[in-house]
């Protein structure tokens, strides 16, 4: 199956600092997701992007498809984006309703 | 729309019970995921489901694991007999058309 690899594993940062966290995937994508595990667990949705560049507040990512990589950066961060960041893929192959598979993610601590 | 819902949110159950998780999809959509989270092994798809019926449950891990959805608003995830090891949070998902998907809040199960 399709491979995710995340990177750093771990992230430190001072508020106000900015960060980018990368998504490395093994194989061609046609669903990519950026996921926010808060501090008491809910997987919040931060973008859709199995392609091309989203901005929303101060954060925003890029998938570029053909070299099988995403970034996700934030902006000024807040204490408030602590937490684990997860990027999940579905393979390109299986057609539309393909599964999605995670990423070991990133646990990011924002300082204040 | 009130997202993703499942069913208890948090349960607690002895060694050899039957535990059964429940989760109701966003209306509309068409996939239905049920994934697990533990420390060691992170967020691991556990089945998955198209149009109500099972596509791939590569995931689960022996039989004494089972998941249905007899209908589009409706699916459980029974584990017969529970086992400690089977302690992790149980995340229910589902995704429309537009291949964004949604996480319920988690069933964080504890089996002693």
Known sequence: ?112 | DAGVIQSPRHEVTEMGQEVTLRCKPISGHNSLFWYRQTMMRGLELLIYFNNNVPIDDSGMPEDRFSAKMPNASFSTLKIQPSEPRDSAVYFCASRGLDRVAFFGQGTRLTVV
């Open chain 1, 1 to 112: 199956g399709i491979q995710v690899e995340q990177s750093p594993p771990d992230l430190i940062l001072q508020e106000g600092a900015n960060s980018t966290l990368r998504c490395n995937f093994s194989d061609s994508v046609n669903n990519l997701q950026w996921f926010h595990q808060n501090p008491w667990g809910q997987l919040i949705n931060l973008f859709y992007i199995p392609s091309g560049t989203k901005q929303n507040g101060r954060l925003s990512a890029t998938t570029v498809a053909t070299e099988r990589y995403s970034l996700l950066y934030i902006s000024s961060s807040q204490t408030t984006d602590s937490g684990v960041y997860f990027c999940a893929v579905g393979p390109g192959r299986s057609g539309a309703n393909s599964k999605l598979t995670f990423g070991k993610g990133i646990t990011l601590s924002v300082r204040p």
